[in-house]
Each structure stands twice: as C-alpha cells, then as structure tokens.
C-alpha cells in the first residue's frame, strides 16, 4: 500500500522516480494539451514514439550493452497512465466546448429562420404592390368589373398634349409665314425674315431657308405675273383682273434673299473650314442640304481641297523620267519597269488623301456618301485621269510595246489602290465600304480606261506590236531566202531556195513600215537593233546578210513565244473575260503564220530540197548537213505544240465554236510541219541508200574469188574489202550526224530504216557475185562487219531482234560443207528457196555434193 502511493502521487505531480545502479532518478512526464492534437502536424504514431522515448532511461538507450540493467516497465507504465489520464481530461474539457458550440449554433439557426420569414412575407407584399400597380398601368379589369385605366389615360393625354404642341406650332409657323408675305407683299422687304438670318443661328438660318422656299411658292401661285420684267400696263391689267397683285416684285425678293442666305452660309462654311471647326461647319451643310439638294457646299468643299491644287500643280509637269526606264519600257527582252513614277506618286498622294478626307467628310456633312462620291469622281476624273493621258501619251511616242506596258502598268495599279479603298472602308473604316462607293470606284475605274478599249482597239494594238517583233526578228532570215533562186549545191545554199511570196510580201511590209513617217525614232531604232542591222543598214536596199542568217534559231523562237505569252497575259488582265477566246485566236493565227510557215515551214522546204538533190549524187557521197537543222525545228515544234495545247487552248474553252477553230488551225499547220519533217527523214534515208548501192556497184569480182597462194589469201582475210570499207565510213558518218540531230523515237526510226535499207541492198549485191571457198571467208568478214555497224546503233525496239543476223546466215552458206548445207537448208523452211539463190553462186555449185542438196530441194 504506501508503494501503491507513492506511484499515485508520481502520476499525479507529473513526474516518475527510477532507481538504477543504487542511484534514484527522476523523469518528468510528457506536458500537452488541445493544440498539441489540432495542429496539422499531428501524427498519432509519431505522439506514441514521444512518450515511450520519454520514458526510457538515459543509460538504457545508450552505453554498452554490458553496462545495462535489466529492463524496468515502470516508469513507461507510468508515462501512458499520466498520458492517459490527461487524454481523459481533455476529452471532457472538449465535449463542454462542443456542447457549448452546438447550442449557440440552434440558437443562430432559430434567428436566421424568424428573418428568411420576416423577409418572405416583405417580398410576398412588394410583389403583390408591383401587381396593382401594373394591372392600374394597364387598365386590368378587376373582379368587380371595374377597369383601372389610369396608365391608359395618361398616355392618351400625353398623346394629345404633344398633338396641340404640334398645331400650336404649325400655328405660329403659319402666322409668321402670313406675317413675312404680308411684309414682302406690302412693304418690299423681309425684315423679320432678316432678324431671324442674323440672330438666329445655324437653326435660324435652316428655318429662314425653309420659310423663304415656302414664300416663293406662294409667290408663284398668288403672283405669277409680278416681275421686273412686267412693264405698268401689264402690271395695272393684271391688277384690275385679280386683285391680289403686290405692287412689289415678290419673287425677286425672296430669290435674292434665298441667295444672299446660301452665299452667306457658303461662306461662313468655307471660314468654320479654314479653322477646322468641324461642328460649325456640319450646323452650315444641314441648312445648306435645302438648297439644290446641298451641290453649292458639297461643290465648295471639294474644289478647295489642298489635294485639288497640289495635283493641278503636277499636272503641268512634263513626263521626264530616266532614259533608262523609257528604253526597258520598249525591250521586248527586258521586265517592264512598272508604273512610271510621277503618275504612282500621285496614286500614292490619292490613297492617303482620300482615308483621311473621307473622315473629314463624315465629321461634316450628315449626307457624307455624297459628297464622298463626288469627291472621288473629282479625283479621277480630274487628276488621274489627266496623268493617266500624258504617260500614255508620251508611250505612245516611244513604240508600241511601250505603250501596252504603261497601260497594263497603270491599270494594274489603280487597280490596287481602287482595293485598297474598298477594304479600308473610308467613312466606315475599319470595315469595308458600303456598296454606293464600292460601285463608284469600280465605275471610276473602268471609265478611265474604256477609250482603250473600245471594239477591237486593243487587241489589233497587240497584233501591230507582236507583227512589228516578228518581222523585225525574221527580217534577215527572210531575206536570205528571197534571194536565193538558183539550184543549190551545198545545205546553206538551198536554205535560199524557198522564195516564196509570203516571205517577199512580209519583208517588203516591214521595210515599208519601217521607212514610214509616223513610227517613233525610238521605235525604228529598236526594231533595227532587234532585227541585227545597224542604222545605216536601214537605208540600204541591199541588205547583207550570212548563211547564219537563214538557220533556225531556238534562242529566237523562245522569244517569240515569250513575246507572245506576255501579250495573252496583258490581254487577260486588261480586256477581261468576255473577249479573250478571240483575242487568243487572233494572236496564235499570227504566231502560225509567222513562226509555223515564215520560219518552221520555209526552212523545212529547204532542207527537204536539198536532200532531195542529193540523192542522184555519183562522184561524192550525198551532203546530209541538213539533218543539223531538223533537231531545231524538231525542238521549235515541240515549243509551239505545247504551248498551244497547255496555255492558248484552255483560255479558248469558254466559246466552244472559236476552240474548235483554234484546234484545226494548230492540228492543219503541225501536221505540214511534221510531214515536211518525215519528207526530210525519207528523202535523207533515199540519198543515203543509194550511195550505198553505187558503193556496192564498186566490188570487184575477185574479191569474192581471191587467189588460192598463201599471200593473196592472207591479204584478202586482213581487212574487210573496200566496198565495204566504204559503206561502213559512210553510214558510220550517217549515224553520227543522224545522232547529232534526232534524238528519241524519231532516231529510232530513222537507223532501224537504214538498218534494213542496208540490209537489203547487201542481199541483193550479193546474188552478183560467184563465191569461192575463200571468198566466202572474205563474204563474212564484210557481213560481220555490216551487223557489227548496226549493233551499235541506238535502234531500241524499232529494229526486231536479230534483223541483221540473215547476212551472216548467208555468208555461212558460202563456207560450209555439203551435208552441213543440207541441214541447213532443211531447216530453214520458207526461206529455203531463197538461200538456195545464194547457194547458185557457190563456185563448187556443180560438185556432186552440193547438186545433190540442191536436187533434195
């Protein structure tokens, strides 16, 4: 028992006593409370290792092993009762506190309830007032049937308050109206009138305006007849038939008083602008609105526009401008320079005048998309126009093609400031602008430029331009052909030989056109220097000119074709759709002409002629130098084909009668000009085979019959003989020229041809000649070295395979022995009978053995 206490009262002061090793020590319990358990930081785990740390001895939790005492529960014990009995404390403690927090919460639970209530019922009698009060607004039939019109009434009297507002005024509109006739009638004068201009303001002066406006019309009607003109018999006359004569001149008076208040309207408009007083300046556009529909200020303000006389200043400038740019303007090699500089200056002067006058314009007339309108017309009307006119002029001086560059130029960048204006909407920026100024401005700008393009103007400028290049380009190519008359003897002389009217006709229009008085210097001097000449070339009648002149020139028609697709590009930009089919057709019929039969055409006949010439050739081989022209006129065709078929034809398709027109006329002149091609080829492969046949012809009969010693057969089986020595050199020399000017298919054709031309010519030179056994090994050689030559030949597959392998067959035939050739001829079928030809011309043909194969057959 007193051990008992002593634990007890331990607990309770907190503390424990431990006796280790003989000594007494003393360990005080854990101190916590409510916080301790709130915090956030509190871990039930971490509480629990608190105490039981706490409760361990020093010693025990560190020194040697050796060195401690048994373990002693006790003061741990101790520890978790006094934790224990403070947990138990603090629980009671906390359930007062929670007892105390629920009951002040039912007693704000009870208060808020009695205060939702109070305000229901305040609620429930506003709305039940607002209900009253707007079925009395608008006169709702109550159950007694009663109706409460009391809003009704009210808007009735206000209706009819502002009714008598209205006649009151109309009244005294009308008795001050009576009272200014009767003082214009009776006294000659508007002074109350006058008053009321003076002192009354911008809304006095809208007033007297209407007033005036009413005057003369009573003044048409009551006195017709009073005038100054009207003498006093008239007068007098007048009076006695209808009393109500004024012995004044009324409308005189009202005219001149209407006028004196729109001059003085004017001008105070034009001085509220010199000042930028824009209010003012709006109170004076309203009253001046009623006279003639406001033309008189809108005419003011935009005639004294900054923008006007700064343009009017420009205007009497000259077109000056760069030597240079003028000269790019007129190369049809070189890029246009653009729009000419002063006339882009004032586009550029004119976007910025135009956004910021349309503001000022908005700020200042309440009817602002008229005055907008008629300032755009003003701009360009005026100002565009008239710069438009002198660069078009002063291009026009220069050459043709510097005028259609300016025009394109020019249309293309009025073009873009008429967008631009568009989308930066004016008097509505930032959105687009409305579709009255939308239609102005296209309007505008379609009638600055429709003088050049009235009918056909147009499009026979182009014609005139691209038929000035052509013939400048072709000048010497067309002389060179006229001239030459004669049979030619070598390529470049045959180029001569075609001289057609069409040529002669077309160079006899140029130099005419060319020594004409209204082309421009500028222009003569570039169409010289196109056509190769010099100045004084010009004045020439006989013109030099070289067989280089009369060659085809792919460089050349690139820039025909160059020249021809920037004038479609114009056309599509600058005539618009509708026309375009037939302007296309008019511009290919003359590129047909010109590049199709003046150039392609001419040159082709050329060539055909003089391979023609060459086949009857007997005491040299045949000139086939014309073959270095068909790889250009191959490659110009081509050109012209596509461009035909990928850019001219699909801007045809929307009038379908004019692309079928189109169609015939491309498919007419490409089938000339590709048969003329195939004539060549032909004609060329005719020259070539015949001089391989009088190659042949040369052969000597014991070429084929050597002698049987050792040396003549040695010397015989060292080379091929020179028959055929001959046809290799010349066909090998064929083949290469023929490679240097086709090329693909058209190549193909023409080796495999010559192929089988040789082919052919070989057989049949064969069955003249009487083979010996020797021979044949000379036959061999030869026919080895034909099927060598064409083996490295780019046939493809136009030649069939194995095509030369028959004349070594038949050189085989020569060498073999009987029972061999028996085989031979057994199986080879159809053909049988014709190596039996060749079997005749053994030289051992009528040995047994052979007899015998050939009496099998």
């Not at 003076?198 to 003044?219: E, H, P, T, W, Y």
């Amino acid at each position: 028992m007193p051990a008992q206490a002593a634990d007890t009262e331990s607990i309770l002061s907190q503390g424990t006593t431990t006796t280790i090793g003989g000594r007494s020590m003393s360990t005080r319990g854990p101190v916590f409370n409510l916080d301790t358990f709130s915090s956030k930081d509190y871990i039930v785990k971490d509480f629990i290792e608190s105490l039981s740390d706490s409760a361990l001895p020093i010693s025990r939790r560190s020194g040697p092993a050796s060195q401690q005492a048994a373990f002693d529960p006790k003061p741990l014990i101790r520890t978790f009762e006094h934790a224990l009995a403070r947990l138990g404390s603090l629980s009671e403690e906390l359930e007062l506190h929670e007892n105390e927090l629920s009951g002040a919460v039912r007693r704000a639970e009870a208060q808020h309830n009695q205060n939702v209530e109070s305000l229901g019922r305040k609620l429930e009698q506003a709305i039940e007032n607002f209900q009253r009060l707007d079925s009395s607004l608008g006169g709702v039939t109550s159950d007694s049937g009663d109706q409460d019109s009391g809003g009704n009434v009210a808007v009735r009297i206000g209706e009819q308050l502002e009714e008598l507002d209205r006649q009151r005024q109309r009244a005294q509109d009308a008795k001050f109206l009576i009272q200014c006739w009767l003082e214009v009638s009776e006294k000659g004068n508007l002074s109350t009138l006058e008053d009321v201009r003076r002192f009354g303001g911008g809304d006095g002066k809208v007033r007297c305006a209407n007033i005036a406006r009413q005057l003369l019309k009573i003044s048409m009607r009551l006195d017709p007849e009073n005038s100054p003109q009207v003498n006093g018999g008239r007068a007098a006359n007048g009076a006695k038939r209808r009393g109500t004569q004024s012995r004044y001149p009324t409308r005189d008076i009202i005219e001149k008083f209407l006028e004196g208040l729109e001059n003085d309207l004017l001008e105070q408009f034009d001085q509220f602008r010199l000042r930028d007083n824009y209010d003012s300046m709006r109170e004076c556009a309203v009253a001046l609105r009623d006279f003639s529909d406001g033309a008189s200020v809108m005419a003011l303000y935009v005639n004294q526009n900054e923008f006007f006389i700064e343009a009017n200043e420009l205007l009497n400038e000259e077109i000056v401008g760069d030597d240079e740019s003028w000269d790019r303007l007129q190369d049809p090699d070189a890029e246009p320079p653009g729009v000419e500089p002063s006339l882009q200056s004032l586009v550029d002067r004119v976007r910025e005048t135009v956004q910021k006058v349309s503001f000022d314009i908005k700020r200042v007339f309440p009817y602002h998309e008229e005055v907008l309108v008629r300032f755009l017309q003003r701009v360009f009307q005026q100002s565009i126009q008239q710069r438009l006119e002198m660069v078009l002029d002063r291009a026009n001086q220069l050459s043709s093609l510097a005028f259609l560059r300016s025009l394109q130029a020019a249309r293309s960048y009025i073009a873009g400031l008429v967008d631009d204006l568009k989308s930066h909407g004016l008097t509505e920026h930032p959105e687009p602008v409305s579709s009255q100024v939308a239609a102005t401005l296209d309007q505008q700008l379609d009638d600055l430029f429709v003088p050049y393009f009235i009918g056909s103007s147009y499009i026979e400028r182009e014609k005139k331009n691209l038929e000035e290049l052509y013939s400048s380009l072709l000048l010497k190519f067309t002389i060179y052909h006229s001239r030459r008359r004669k049979m030619p003897t070598t390529y470049f002389a045959s180029l001569g030989q075609r001289g057609k009217e069409l040529i002669a006709s077309a160079r006899e229009a140029y130099m005419e056109r060319l020594d004409s008085t209204d082309l421009p210097a500028s222009q003569r001097a570039m169409l010289i220097r196109i056509a190769g000449l010099k100045e004084t070339d010009s004045e020439k009648k006989d013109i030099e000119v070289t067989d280089e002149d009369g060659r085809l020139s792919l460089p050349n028609a690139k820039r025909m074709l160059k020249w021809l697709a920037e004038g479609v590009g114009r056309g599509l930009e600058l005539s618009g759709g509708n026309e375009t089919p037939k302007d296309v057709q008019a511009l290919l019929n003359l590129l047909l002409s010109h590049m199709g039969e003046i150039y392609l055409e001419t040159a082709l006949d050329a060539a055909s002629d003089h391979a023609a010439s060459q086949e009857n050739m007997t005491k040299s081989p045949p000139d086939l130098t014309h073959l270095s022209s068909l790889r250009t006129a191959i490659s110009i065709l081509h050109l012209l084909q596509t461009s035909t078929q990928t850019v001219l034809l699909p801007l045809a398709t929307p009038n379908l009668t004019i692309r079928r027109e189109i169609e015939k006329a491309t498919s007419n002149t490409l089938s000339t000009l590709e048969a003329k091609i195939s004539t060549i080829i032909n004609r060329t492969l005719d020259a070539a085979l015949a001089w391989v046949s009088r190659c042949l012809a040369l052969q000597k009969k014991t070429d084929f019959r050597p002698k049987d010693d050792n040396d003549s057969l040695a010397a015989a089986m060292a080379t091929e003989t020179p028959a055929c020595a001959a046809v290799t050199q010349f066909l090998s020399r064929v083949a290469t020229q023929a490679s240097a000017a086709l090329d693909g298919r058209n190549l193909s054709v023409f080796l495999s041809e010559l192929a089988r031309g040789l082919r052919s010519a070989v057989l049949e030179h064969l069955r003249k000649f009487s083979v010996s056994l020797a021979g044949g090994l000379v036959v061999s050689k030869d026919m080895t070295k034909y099927v060598d030559l064409v083996r490295g030949w780019p046939t493809g597959e136009e030649l069939e395979p194995g095509a030369m392998d028959v004349l070594v067959e038949v050189a085989n035939i020569f060498v073999i022995g009987p029972e061999a050739l028996r085989e031979r001829l057994r199986g080879g079928g159809s053909d049988s009978m014709e190596l039996r030809q060749y079997v005749l011309k053994r030289e051992d043909v009528g040995s047994v053995g052979v007899q015998a194969v050939l009496s099998a057959l």
